[in-house]
């Protein structure tokens, strides 16, 4: 139902998800901002869309990066409510379930893992390439997480919580 258009729009406002955070709704207004444009075309209907909204407004809160997972999970259940194929129970399950799982898996691997090893790889490139080596860092850490974040949406649009 939706296009390669709109999965774009909604990926690229996905990296923006901490813009719209509060200390009572956590990330569930960038996740509101990252879905817009699917649910306008999922719901047609103003009220339909607002009902849709009014139930991704609960706290969310999750590691940035594999947030888009999540949100491809979310769009998965909208797409299933909107075609009948599923309860709006589904899509809240969803997202407390995995909240908290992939919040760990994603400071774990990003934050604690990679961050320091691919530090530890530019600090030891110094010698060889001087300053190069803080856009030898921007770079693969950058590759590393905007691919990450692109094959989660794109696991969430296909699978589900599969």
Known sequence: MLSLRTH???????????????????QSLGVLY????????????????????????????????VATGMIGGILFYESRIARGEAST????????TLMGPLA??????????LRPAISALSCALVPLI????????????NVIHLSARF????????QGDQ
Not at 10 to 24: D, E, K, M
Not at 105 to 111: A, I, K, N, T, Y
Not at 151 to 158: R, T
């Open 8 to 26: 774009l729009r909604v990926f690229f406002r996905s990296l923006f998800i901490q813009a719209g955070f509060s200390p009572q709704a956590l």
């Open 34 to 65: 990252a879905i817009d444009p699917a649910l306008k075309v999922l719901y047609p209907n103003d009220g339909d869309r607002q009902t849709a909204i009014r139930r991704h407004l609960t706290p969310f809160n999750t590691h940035p990066y």
């Open 89 to 96: 129970e589904s899509v809240t399950r969803f997202k407390e």
């Open 104 to 113: 760990v898996l994603g400071d774990g691997f990003f934050w604690l893992s």
């Open 130 to 141: 001087g300053l190069w080596s803080m856009a030898a860092f921007l770079i693969a850490y």
């Open 151 to 158: 094959w989660l949406y794109w696991v969430g649009i296909a």
